[in-house]
């Protein structure tokens, strides 16, 4: 891949996390009976960037 289709991907990438992750952001504070309104987000975060993490991974050792 080229530089510039990998800095598109991971601006796209930076953008969908901020998205989701202020969508449950916004969620858990409208709905305060959520256990821990941030803890809940940064899980959902963490749980994106892990599973782009593996997919990216994944990527990456197939193309060898």
Same mark, same amino acid.
């Not at 916004?26 to 504070?29: G, P, S, W």
């Not at 991974?57 to 197939?62: F, N, Q, R």
């Given at each position: 891949? #080229?530089t510039?289709?990998v800095v598109l991907? +991971?601006? #796209?990438? #930076?953008l *969908? &996390? *901020?998205?989701?992750g202020?969508?449950?952001l916004?969620?858990? $504070?409208a709905?305060?009976? $959520?256990?821990?309104? %941030?803890s =809940? @987000? &940064?899980a959902?975060?963490? =749980?994106?960037?892990t599973?782009a993490?593996? $997919?990216i991974? %994944? +990527? #990456? @050792?197939?193309r060898?």
């Open positions: 891949m #080229t510039v289709v991907l +991971a601006l #796209t990438f #930076t *969908a &996390v *901020a998205v989701i202020g969508g449950l916004y969620v858990t $504070l709905h305060p009976s $959520l256990i821990g309104p %941030l =809940v @987000s &940064v959902g975060i963490t =749980v994106v960037i599973i993490g593996l $997919l991974t %994944l +990527a #990456t @050792s197939h060898r």
